[in-house]
C-alpha cells in the first residue's frame, strides 16, 4: 500500500523555524516531483514547495526566501524547512507527490496524498 506520511509539525512562535518531513513507502518516489501543499482556515488548499525527480524547485511567492524544499530519494523522503515563520503560515500542510509526468506509470498510479499535519505560529 502505498503511503505518505508527515511528521514535524508543531506549535512555533512567530520568526522561528520547523523541519518538515514526509516519508514514503509502498512505491518509488524518486521518479515522483514531491511537494508541499497547505490549507489554512477559511481558505483553499495552495502550493508551497515543489522539487521535481532532477531537483528543479518552484515556491509559492509568499514563502520565497524563508522555505525551503529537498528530498533524499534513496529513503523516498522530502522535508521541508521553514523559517522566520510568520502567523499566516499555519496551516495543516500536505506532502504530495505527482507522477503524471513519467511514461512509466499508469494514470492510477500519478497522484498521492498525506493525511497532513497542522503548523500553528503564534506567540
Known amino acids: 500500500q502505498v503511503s505518505l506520511v508527515e511528521s514535524g509539525g508543531g506549535l512555533v512562535q512567530p520568526g522561528g523555524s520547523l523541519r518538515l518531513s514526509c516519508a514514503g513507502s509502498?512505491?518509488?518516489?524518486?521518479?515522483?516531483?514531491m511537494g508541499w501543499y497547505r490549507r489554512a482556515p477559511g481558505k483553499e488548499r495552495e502550493m508551497v514547495a515543489t522539487m521535481t525527480e532532477t531537483g528543479s524547485t518552484n515556491y509559492a511567492d509568499s514563502v520565497k526566501g524563508r522555505f525551503t524544499i529537498s528530498r533524499e530519494n534513496a529513503n523516498d523522503t522530502v522535508f521541508l524547512q521553514m523559517d522566520n515563520l510568520r502567523p499566516e503560515d499555519t496551516a495543516v500542510y500536505y506532502c504530495?507527490?505527482?507522477?503524471?509526468?513519467?511514461?512509466?506509470?499508469?494514470?492510477?498510479?500519478?497522484?498521492?496524498w498525506g493525511q497532513g499535519i497542522q503548523v500553528t505560529v503564534s506567540a
Open positions: 509502498g512505491t518509488v518516489f524518486g521518479i515522483y516531483t
Open positions: 504530495h507527490a505527482d507522477g503524471s509526468g513519467s511514461w512509466m506509470l499508469p494514470p492510477q498510479e500519478y497522484y498521492y
